[in-house]
């Protein structure tokens, strides 16, 4: 498993909530992460690498 974080967007463009996703992979965690975006922007993030990024619907 691995551990990713999954950033809720503000309307400035600010975080505003960070939460941790334990993912068999990058496919799942994308899967997961655009779940969010409902309403809110999302960043998909592994480290310090940006893996995915999910406009609000």
């Known amino acids: ?3 990713y974080r999954a ?3 503000g309307l400035d463009g600010h ?3 960070s939460i941790q996703l334990i993912c068999e ?3 799942e965690a994308k899967k ?3 779940v969010l975006a409902d309403g809110y ?3 998909l993030w592994s480290q310090d690498r940006k893996i995915a990024e999910f406009k609000s619907e």
Do not use: C, F, S
Request: hydrophobic residues 40%; negative net charge; aromatic residues 0%.
């Open 1 to 3: 498993m691995q551990e």
């Open 7 to 9: 950033h809720i967007m």
């Open 15 to 17: 975080i505003e909530l």
């Open 25 to 27: 992979d990058e496919t």
């Open 32 to 34: 997961r992460a655009r």
């Open 41 to 43: 922007d999302v960043e």
